[in-house]
């Protein structure tokens, strides 16, 4: 077959990279597990080893031959495992929590955010971030703030699912804490993206968002989760009634996956992160006679995507930058270090936001560490307009993984202690 | 999220066109049995409709932006389905019908591509080829003989499962022929590919092309099969009770899925189509202690996978070819009546070559007849070296597409006879 084109990714590289993201993440998974990790960390690593700098075996670089392929499939992966465990939470306990919730998810976005902005006015003082023209110093602060502020509750749901934790009320805060999150994430973004435009165009900071169009970004993202769970429990039981009705093979799984995959899209067109989508369609399920037989058939499904979005995680790290013998690594190092301090500061203190008995604040804490896309999406956003040196750029991802591998170690810790503090587990 | 770019499938699009591909081949599916007909039929006609030519919600044209995606899911889908195929099957029974397998591959090699190269002659008599180089014109019989060829036997190979024939001995017959098919296919290809690249230079047909070479080829394929099912089964089983002492969740299934996964790559890097690794894998693991629960986990995830290789077949129908009332389409439909005429006949003739009793031969002729990708990559490797003018490019399309639709219903008719000659039934 040596006359076609070379120009697209070739199958046999498909099947072989697929063959070892499974293998690798198993492998790894089983090794973590052995020296009592939680098993999403050995992939983590398994990633980082299968990724672009060192074996280069999964593409982990946008534009790379095959990278947009795999990105996706990682999207649907952590959707599937949301709605998996959408379908294992009760819809009732999230909103008994969802005050509680509410203050963990706001004091985890407005704690890191305040000292992710300190930190940048710091470093600019004592000339760490290079050539600056001050008059950015502000929008660069904003903008480095913003990264530290949405969680990336896929690896904490992970760890939690492993661990058979996720009926504890830690996981309904952390769970929802996670959705509310996201919609702040999504203000936010709204709000630093018209910045940097505004400030492109010359109006100066603050010129380009109105409170109007925040207002909308916020009732649309608000929106969609009422509407989705209050049509979703209207239609879903009467449509999987239908469904059980059919004869073709699969068709029950079939229909649920498609409706977490809708819901995904949903979610992504009012600007939610499609995960949100699939976990709202998972809750809703959850209440169908029908959730057992699509909990056990989604699970081998789960078992063959979920692996390859941590591939893909791990697979993002440069392990170069790690290298302190490179001087020009020195100062990425140190930023990066201070912003992963403040990272995991501000989150640990949105645990001091929960007031009920018998929760582990320091298990809220931990959980809601873990940072992810939406942190490198802002990261992308501020080096694609010029706001970012790319300096600062690679401390902010450095600092993103920095979180996403601390996590389930220590959370692993925090539950097995079996209560941190007097208080906690009175 | 307005700021990122947009050169790449976005999520969203992947989200609906995935939930629409499962709903879609599920609902069809449900109506063709509905009308008692194959299950696939109806994947394939949801498949047009989601294509280019209709809703070109599946991207279906390669370099369209997304195909890339769809189309390595797509081979991923068929190669678990033969895996699945191959793990029902028993290689010993596949070893007793090995003689009359190669018979009627042969047969089914022979007639169709000495009738196709008749076809053309006959079609340049009479000047229905447009204008072309008469010193061209073995060349272009030639390449158009090789398209009718090879059988695609994903589509058999699931009217067999769904009815439950797998492990009829007709069953047997056609999996064998479709592997030694694919193998004589492989030979086909290098000579065309040699003689096409020989004309190219300037030295004249037949001159580019040595027994050394062709018997290389079909060493590698064979030697690969050989290999691969000997060291296979004296690697799996302790493989497999290794794997087994592992805990991490998904191993078993993960282990074979990468498993079939690598022999898939093994057979694409000596040519072979990567289903006949995964069929071949199969085979192996229905050796191993475990293989019932692999059987059991891998149904949901080849559930998934496999509509969107259907899906793709039937996107890849341009329907605006079969409108008569477009002149230019005339001729076009004429030749492709033809060679689906020729394509029928020549493997129908290779039930022929089956003498056992209790065998219906008709069922073999009529599981030989869709084509495939095969077909589809002679007509590629035409037109893209000017052997094929665009009519006889689409023409022969058009006929891959007829032999693949025609099947599925065909296939139930010849079973629900149940004996089509006294002799048959015998």
């Keep these: 077959m040596s006359l076609e084109e070379s120009s697209h990714y070739s199958i046999e590289h498909f099947f072989i990279a697929l063959a070892l993201i499974l293998i690798f993440s198993k492998v790894f998974g089983e090794l973590a597990e052995r020296i009592k990790q939680p098993s999403v960390l050995g992939e983590l690593v398994a990633g980082v080893i299968l990724g672009g700098s060192v074996l280069a075996i999964v593409p982990s670089v ?53 000292l992710g902005f300190a930190s940048i006015l710091v470093f600019e003082k004592y000339g760490m971030l290079g050539n600056v023209d001050p008059n950015f110093t502000i929008l660069i602060a904003i903008t480095a703030g913003a990264t530290l502020t949405a969680t990336s509750v896929g690896i904490t749901a992970r760890v939690l699912s492993d661990m058979n934790r996720l009926q504890s009320g830690e996981a309904k805060i952390i769970l929802g804490a996670a959705v509310i999150d996201d919609i702040l994430g999504l203000i936010i973004l709204g709000v630093v993206s018209g910045l940097i435009e505004s400030s492109e165009s010359g109006v100066g900071v603050g010129g380009g968002v109105s409170a109007a169009s925040v207002g909308i970004i916020f009732l649309k ?18 449509l999987f009634n239908l469904v059980e009705k059919m004869r073709v093979r699969g068709v029950l799984l079939l229909s649920a996956i498609s409706f977490a995959f809708i819901f995904s899209y949903l979610a992504s067109l009012v600007g939610l992160a499609p995960i949100v989508g699939a976990f709202a369609a998972g809750l809703v399920l959850a209440n169908t006679h029908q959730f057992k037989s699509i909990e056990e058939r989604i699970k081998p499904v789960a078992d063959v995507f979920t692996p390859i979005f941590f591939i893909m995680v791990g697979a993002a790290v440069d392990v170069s930058v790690f290298n302190p013998f490179v001087k020009e690594n020195i100062p990425i190092l140190i930023i990066a270090l201070v912003l992963f301090i403040v990272a995991v500061v501000g989150k640990l203190l949105s645990g001091l936001g929960v007031f009920q008995k018998g ?40 600092m993103v993984m920095l979180t996403t591998f601390i996590a389930p170690p220590l959370l692993k810790i925090m539950f097995a202690r079996g209560g941190d503090t007097a208080e906690d587990s009175a």
Excluded at 92 to 110: E, M, N, Q, R, Y
């Design 359 to 398: 929760i582990k604040k320091s298990v809220i804490g931990v959980g809601m560490i873990p940072r992810g896309e939406v942190g490198l999406i802002f990261a992308q956003v501020g080096l694609t307009y010029g706001v970012f040196t790319s300096e600062l750029f690679s401390a902010v991802t450095v």
């Design 62 to 114: 946008p534009g790379m031959l095959g990278y947009d392929t795999f990105h996706l499939l990682a999207e649907v992966g952590v959707a599937i495992l949301l709605f998996e465990i959408g379908l294992e939470t009760d819809l009732k306990d999230l909103i008994k929590v969802g005050f509680t919730s509410t203050i963990v998810a706001i004091i985890g976005v407005v704690v890191p955010f305040a």
């Design 221 to 238: 993202a608000f929106g969609f989760l009422i509407a989705a769970i209050v049509i979703g429990n209207l239609t879903s039981k009467r």
